[in-house]
């Protein structure tokens, strides 16, 4: 059967051939996916005013340690999707992460799409970072580099025991430099349940940082906590 993929470049597209860019994805579309393209969890149903944060593409020597200070500052807690080979130059900076709360998931060993490995280059990526990053403790969640899947990397991802998230409040931080931008984008569309995507290393982590110390205050003042995937999931109402 032939195999489908989809990403959040591709839901990207989709929003703004429809003017989009500026509103944000509708929930409809968002649940709507994960029927069309199974595998991959989008958001949650709760009533919780809870937010999942996931930060891609670290560990940064440079962006991560102000990443992390903003977090603590106000009381936030994260996923970081963290590639394996900048692991290995970061142990201290993982340990970190842990030690203040933050969850880890496996975004393979290198920032590239995952969509072009070919079917076992997919899975050695995978597992060998997931070994990795076992070290530091437990890790059940995969994303995607490129955030484009296909059936066989979801059957992938679970037999290796992750399960695939994307996310559904992406402020396009990785490819529109504006931290004015993400603010509104990110305060427009949260919702409880939401998952929301940022991205670390190099300018787009500066970014980050700049973004959590905006939009964290404001969360909080809304009724809103920022937690670990795990957690939002845990508190889910329908999957």
């Given at each position: 059967m032939r195999a489908r993929s989809f990403a959040l470049g591709a839901l990207g597209l989709v929003v703004l051939g429809a003017g989009g860019l500026l509103l944000g994805p509708p929930l409809w579309l968002l649940d709507e996916l994960p029927r069309r393209y199974?595998?991959?969890?989008?958001?949650?149903?709760?009533?919780?005013?809870l937010i999942a944060l996931t930060v891609d593409d670290g560990p940064d020597?440079?962006?991560?340690?102000?990443?992390?200070?903003?977090?603590?500052?106000?009381?936030?807690?994260?996923?970081?999707?963290?590639?394996?080979e900048?692991?290995?130059?970061?142990?201290?900076?993982?340990?970190?992460?842990?030690?203040?709360?933050?969850?880890?998931?496996?975004?393979l060993g290198r920032d590239r799409p995952s969509i072009r490995l070919g079917a076992g280059d997919f899975e050695r990526d995978l597992a060998e970072t997931g070994r990795l990053l076992r070290s530091?403790?437990?890790v059940r969640?995969?994303?995607?580099?490129?955030?484009?899947?296909?059936?066989?990397?979801?059957?992938?991802?679970s037999r290796l025991g992750y399960r695939c998230v994307l996310g559904s409040v992406y402020p396009y931080d990785a490819t529109v430099p504006s931290v004015p931008f993400a603010r509104w984008?990110?305060?427009?569309?949260?919702?409880?349940?939401?998952?929301?995507?940022?991205?670390?290393?190099?300018?787009?982590?500066?970014?980050?940082?700049?973004?959590?110390?905006?939009?964290?205050?404001?969360?909080?003042?809304?009724?809103y906590r920022?937690?670990?995937?795990?957690?939002?999931?845990?508190?889910?109402?329908?999957?």
């Open positions: 199974p595998g991959c969890l989008y958001r949650v149903t709760t009533r919780a005013r020597a440079a962006t991560t340690p102000a990443i992390l200070a903003e977090l603590r500052r106000y009381g936030a807690r994260a996923t970081f999707f963290l590639i394996g900048r692991v290995k130059d970061q142990p201290s900076l993982v340990h970190r992460m842990t030690a203040e709360g933050h969850e880890l998931g496996n975004h530091y403790g437990v969640w995969a994303r995607p580099g490129g955030g484009w899947y296909s059936r066989k990397m979801i059957a992938t991802m984008f990110i305060l427009r569309n949260v919702r409880p349940g939401a998952i929301l995507v940022l991205h670390d290393g190099g300018a787009r982590g500066h970014r980050t940082a700049r973004i959590l110390g905006e939009i964290l205050p404001e969360l909080a003042r809304r009724g920022v937690v670990p995937l795990s957690e939002l999931v845990g508190a889910a109402e329908v999957l």
